[in-house]
Every structure is written in structure tokens, then in C-alpha cells.
């Protein structure tokens, strides 16, 4: 963690490294980069359930990695580490990092290695979605805004921005820009 050119996780934010060649002996791999959590008004503690790794053999199917942050001192780089051995060895592996808290998180330095293995990854072909609360457009727009995921029904009644996918949804409680 050199602290420059490293990568700075905003709002709803995700990093992600693409097709990484793997050869059908490299199950045992070894996953580290240097992090950082800083608030200026806050908690500097890096969390593993605010900063999350996931792996994928096709970007789309993701596993999250269980990791360890060698920190102690709040505010401070450090080195996290996860050691993990793939039940299949794919082609190629996909690495994604996220945040959930904005404006805090840091990384510099990723690394994946073969290694002496740990936690058994089952990579899978589809993705498996999450649980979801179903709710109205009118219960979307009064919720907290925090990480709780949310399944809309409605009509599809503009189509905002064709290149990033932003659209409103209507249903008969009201309108959302998504």
C-alpha cells in the first residue's frame, strides 16, 4: 500500500480485475492488496463486512472470499490477505472488490499468487441472486438509503441514458429514475 495510484472506492462502488489466465494446476492461490480506511469524522476501522472480495470464473457467478486485514491501527495501510483453493480450476478468474460505505476505502497493490491454499471455492456457472424485499415505488423512495437490496415492479416508461442503462420505473404509487 504505497499510498499512490491506488484505488478509491466512491458511492456504490466496485473495483474489478478481468480475466486472469490460471492453469489447470493453479488451485491453491493466495489473494492480498494493501488497504486503507480513513474517515475524517468517523470510524477508521477497516471492516471485512464493509469492504468485501468476491471471485468469479466469468465475471457474472460471483463467491465471496473470506479475507484477513493484518491492521490494528485505525487509519493506517495494511496488508489484507486470503488464502483459498478453487474445487475446479477455471480458465480464467475474475476478482471484484466493493464498498458499501462511501468515501472511505483504499486500495493499492493487488496480488494474486499461487499459494498454499485454505478456504474451498466452488465457482458457479449463474448467478444466485440475493435475497430481495419486494416493495412499491412509493416504499422504495421513503426507505433508508442503505445496503439493503430491493425488487421494483412496474413499467418502464422513459429510457433516460441508453449508454450507462438509466431508465424510470412507474407503478401506480409513483415514479423512480433508476
Do not use: H
Amino acid at each position: 500500500g504505497s499510498g499512490l495510484n491506488n484505488i478509491f472506492f466512491g458511492r456504490s462502488a466496485f473495483f474489478q480485475i478481468n480475466g486472469i489466465a490460471l492453469e489447470s494446476n493453479q488451485n491453491n492461490l493466495t489473494l492480498s492488496f494493501g488497504g486503507v480506511k480513513y474517515a475524517q469524522d468517523g470510524d477508521s476501522k477497516f471492516s471485512t463486512d464493509e469492504f468485501k472480495v468476491y471471485v468469479s470464473k466469468n465475471g457474472q457467478a460471483w463467491v465471496e472470499l473470506e479475507y484477513t486485514f493484518a491492521g490494528t491501527t485505525d487509519g493506517k495501510w495494511n496488508v489484507a490477505t486470503a488464502d483459498f483453493t478453487l474445487t475446479e480450476v477455471p480458465s480464467t478468474l475474475y476478482v471484484k472488490f466493493t464498498a458499501s460505505v462511501a468515501s472511505v476505502y483504499r486500495i493499492d497493490d493487488a496480488k494474486l499468487a499461487t499459494g498454499n491454499g485454505g478456504q474451498q471455492i466452488t465457482l458457479p456457472t449463474e448467478a444466485v441472486l440475493p435475497d430481495m424485499e419486494e416493495v412499491t415505488v412509493a416504499e422504495f423512495l421513503e426507505a433508508a438509503e442503505d445496503a439493503t437490496l430491493y425488487k421494483l415492479t412496474g413499467e418502464i416508461t422513459r429510457v433516460a441514458n441508453e449508454v450507462y442503462g438509466n431508465f424510470d420505473i412507474t407503478d401506480a404509487t409513483g415514479t423512480v429514475y433508476v
